[in-house]
């Protein structure tokens, strides 16, 4: 019986067909940005043209790409983070919850804004469950650390981000009122 290893040869092409959308959606949720995204998600592929060959295991590629791409976001953010006071809470109401006409009115895009909001040790595990559907094994494989510190990472950044879809269904709701009334007074001038 051979020693070596046998390593199955994994086509390039259909591995960005298979990821990129992925990867690509992760890499925004992290960055906020559709340039950055844009350039965590080639780089991820840059590092597997030049070190996906030394993968042992071919079961492994969604999460070495996954994993690769957020060394890359941490490399990229230590290299461009900016001092920012942060201003600390600590707040003792109970959650909200979402009422069902908040999740119907808010968009795609805009869920995604309010994501790239919540704080990063949040947001990463969120991103990795919800818009890639992994395992908590798997995100605690990915991020080197425990399954329950995932589960209650993934607890906290539902409660920020339920709280700021609340937030923003409320002030949407403040504007419809108010441009409401607004066209009411002019119509009742008018008469």
Same mark, same amino acid.
Not at 34 to 42: F, G, H, I, S, V
Not at 82 to 98: G, L, M
Not at 112 to 126: F, G, Q, S, T
Not at 139 to 164: C, F, Y
């Given at each position: 019986?051979? +020693?070596?290893?046998?390593?199955?040869? @994994?086509?390039?092409?259909?591995? @960005? *067909?298979?990821?990129?959308?992925?990867?690509?959606?992760?890499?925004?949720?992290?960055?906020?940005?559709?340039? *950055?995204?844009? *350039?965590?998600?080639?780089?991820?592929?840059?590092?597997? $043209? #030049?070190?996906?060959?030394?993968?042992? *295991?071919?079961s492994k590629v969604k999460s070495?790409?996954?994993?690769?791409?957020?060394? #890359?976001?941490?490399?990229?953010?230590?290299?461009?983070?900016k001092v920012y006071s942060i201003?600390?809470?600590?707040?003792?109401?109970?959650?909200?919850?979402?009422?069902?006409? %908040?999740?119907?009115?808010? !968009?795609?895009?805009?869920?995604? !804004?309010?994501?790239?909001?919540?704080?990063? @040790?949040?947001? %990463?595990?969120?991103?990795?469950?919800?818009?890639?559907?992994?395992?908590?094994r798997e995100i605690a494989e990915?991020? !080197?650390?425990?399954?329950?510190? %995932?589960?209650?990472?993934?607890?906290?950044?539902?409660?920020?981000?339920?709280?700021?879809?609340?937030?923003?269904? $409320?002030?949407?709701? %403040?504007?419809?009122?108010? +441009?409401?009334?607004?066209?009411?007074?002019?119509?009742?001038?008018?008469?």
């Amino acid at each position: 019986m051979s +020693s070596h290893t046998h390593k199955q040869s @994994i086509d390039f092409e259909k591995l @960005i *067909d298979e990821y990129y959308v992925s990867l690509y959606r992760f890499a925004y949720s992290l960055s906020g940005k559709e340039a *950055d995204a844009w *350039d965590l998600t080639q780089q991820t592929f840059s590092r597997w $043209a #030049e070190k996906g060959h030394t993968l042992r *295991d071919t079961s492994k590629v969604k999460s070495w790409l996954f994993t690769t791409l957020y060394r #890359e976001y941490l490399k990229w953010s230590k290299r461009n983070r900016k001092v920012y006071s942060i201003e600390t809470t600590t707040e003792t109401t109970e959650a909200e919850t979402v009422p069902p006409e %908040v999740v119907d009115q808010a !968009d795609a895009s805009a869920l995604m !804004d309010h994501l790239a909001e919540i704080e990063e @040790i949040y947001r %990463v595990p969120l991103s990795l469950f919800y818009l890639e559907d992994l395992t908590y094994r798997e995100i605690a494989e990915m991020l !080197d650390i425990p399954t329950g510190t %995932v589960m209650s990472r993934l607890s906290r950044g539902k409660e920020q981000l339920r709280r700021r879809l609340t937030s923003d269904a $409320a002030t949407r709701n %403040v504007k419809t009122s108010s +441009s409401n009334l607004s066209r009411n007074e002019r119509s009742n001038t008018g008469n």
